[in-house]
């Protein structure tokens, strides 16, 4: 069984940048497709970004698309996201989430182990 730790997040101006952390235990990133998540208040969760186990092409949804990038470094077993040109529409509690396998890279109800979250804040 996965544990996903997570670290990064904060509070930026919009056009800012943060990166966010995820630290895997329990079972090799490199075989794990890997992703980000994220839930704005009253909102549904919605998947953002994906990395195919040690691939080095991610998936993205349009929202995020040029502005994010997803990475993972085996040997830390770490997934990283790289946010640049926040915007305020950003703000959300943002998750990163393991699956052995699955059928949909950006489906949470495909991934069975989660990160704790946490909050990016992205003011005007």
């Known amino acids: 069984q996965a544990q996903l730790v997570q670290s990064g997040g904060g509070s930026v101006q919009a056009g800012g940048s943060l990166t966010l952390s995820c630290a895997v235990s329990?079972?090799?990133?490199?075989?794990?497709?890997m992703g980000w998540f994220r839930q704005a208040p009253g909102k549904e969760r919605e998947g953002i970004a994906s990395?195919?186990?040690?691939?080095?092409?991610?998936y993205y949804d349009d929202s995020v698309e040029g502005r994010f990038t997803i990475s993972q470094d085996n040997s830390k077993s770490t997934v990283y996201l790289q946010m640049n040109s926040l915007k305020p529409e950003d703000t959300a509690m943002y998750y990163c989430?393991?699956?052995?396998?699955?059928?949909?890279?950006?489906?949470?109800?495909?991934?069975?182990?989660w990160g704790q979250g946490t909050a990016v804040t992205v003011s005007p």
């Open positions: 990395i195919y186990r040690d691939a080095r092409v991610g």
């Open positions: 329990g079972y090799p990133v490199r075989f794990m497709w």
């Open positions: 989430a393991a699956a052995p396998s699955l059928t949909s890279a950006l489906d949470p109800m495909e991934y069975p182990y």
